[in-house]
């Protein structure tokens, strides 16, 4: 079965500095999606960064980057320029492909909080 | 947020009771998702549909029972809710399989 791994149950950084949030993963598959999702204190899911298993260029969404690393299934999240609104639960996810849906497996979530 | 709505979005419960949990979409989406999030363990797939009267079952489906009639709702029972079932429970849909996951805002329930 497949499981993804966040080892760092809570995170901290200064306003305006980066940090990077760590996930592993396990799987057999050679075709998968990994995701992002931030989770404010509102309890909205809400997606940041997508990155596909056969694509080598790790993705951007303006401050947010991965850093994928498929052949040592790892997939971190670096946040540059960090802001309050940043603060929140992260969540690593992994779904394989051509299996009739998109059964997200998630990793236990890293609460990153922001110093101002 | 516009294009997916659960409710209710709280609710107490007494062991033993049932309990239907709905999620309704405007986006005309084929697939729907019910996820279950407990402290320690991010969220866990129950049951999931691709489609009217099209469903299966997810990691955590014991317990659990859906019902899809029409596109828009995708219908979550408990038949005989425990204590164990409480939880905040998210609804998720999506056009196809390559687009991401979009998320309604959750329904907590707890069962005393």
């Known amino acids: 079965a497949q499981t993804v791994t966040q080892s760092q149950p809570e995170m901290s950084v200064q306003e305006a500095e980066t940090v990077t949030l760590s996930c592993t993963y396990d799987t057999s598959e050679s075709d998968y999606y990994l995701f992002w999702y931030k989770q404010p204190p509102s309890r909205q899911m809400i997606l940041v960064i997508r990155?596909?298993?056969?694509?080598?260029q790790n993705a951007t969404e303006n401050r947010f980057s991965v850093n994928f690393q498929k052949a040592a299934k790892s997939f971190s999240l670096k946040i540059s320029d960090s802001q309050l609104g940043d603060a929140a639960m992260y969540f690593c996810a992994y779904t394989a492909l051509l299996q009739g849906a998109q059964k997200l497996v998630f990793g236990q979530g890293t609460r990153l909080t922001i110093n101002p | 947020d516009a294009g997916i709505t659960q409710s209710p979005r709280h609710k107490v419960t007494e062991t033993g009771t049932p309990v239907t949990l709905r999620c309704h979409q405007t986006?005309?989406?084929?697939?729907m998702y019910w996820y279950r999030q407990d402290p320690g363990h991010g969220l866990r797939l129950i049951h999931y549909?691709?489609?009217?009267?099209?469903?299966d079952k997810g990691e955590v489906s014991d317990g659990y029972s859906v019902s899809r009639s029409k596109t828009e709702d995708f219908l979550l029972t408990l038949e005989s809710a425990t204590s164990s079932q409480t939880s905040v429970y998210f609804c998720?849909?999506?056009?196809?399989?390559?687009?991401?996951?979009?998320f309604g805002n959750g329904t907590r329930l707890t069962v005393t």
């Open positions: 990155q596909e298993a056969y694509k080598q």
């Open positions: 998720a849909i999506s056009p196809d399989l390559d687009s991401p996951l979009h």
């Open positions: 549909s691709y489609g009217v009267k099209d469903t």
């Open positions: 986006e005309n989406h084929r697939y």
